[in-house]
Nanobody, 122 residues
Framework: QVQLVESGGGLVQAGGSLRLSCAASGSIFSINVMGWYRQAPGKQRELVATIIESGGSTNYADSVKGRFTISRDNAKNVVYLQMNSLKPEDTAVYYC???????????????WGQGTQVTVSS
């Protein structure tokens, strides 16, 4: 069984910074893609950033480009999200996502963390 455990959320003033972490544990062969999504009250869940295992290619939502940085430690199955210059509109529950395999020849499964609240005050 696989678990994704997020940490690092909290309350911060506008212009401040937070760093989110997400650790994947369990019977994992490889994690192809790890990413962060967020969901604000009354809105749909949206992509924030993703990073692939091979080569570390990243993808960001336009709203966070230049402010957020995603990175990962493949050896530890951990993904980070460094959030700088935070704005009130960044307030949301942030979810970690991983596309992983249990075996080399097996299918890809998608897992979600439980979410961590980020609140940015004006």
């Amino acid at each position: 069984q696989v678990q994704l455990v997020e940490s690092g959320g909290g309350l911060v003033q506008a212009g401040g910074s937070l760093r989110l972490s997400c650790a994947a544990s369990g019977s994992i062969f490889s994690i192809n893609v790890m990413g962060w999504y967020r969901q604000a009250p009354g809105k749909q869940r949206e992509l924030v950033a993703t990073i692939i295992e091979s080569g570390g290619s990243t993808n960001y939502a336009d709203s966070v480009k230049g402010r957020f940085t995603i990175s990962r430690d493949n050896a530890k199955n951990v993904v980070y999200l460094q959030m700088n210059s935070l704005k009130p509109e960044d307030t949301a529950v942030y979810y970690c996502n991983a596309h992983l395999k249990y075996a080399e020849a097996g299918p890809v499964w998608s897992y979600w963390g439980q979410g961590t609240q980020v609140t940015v005050s004006s």
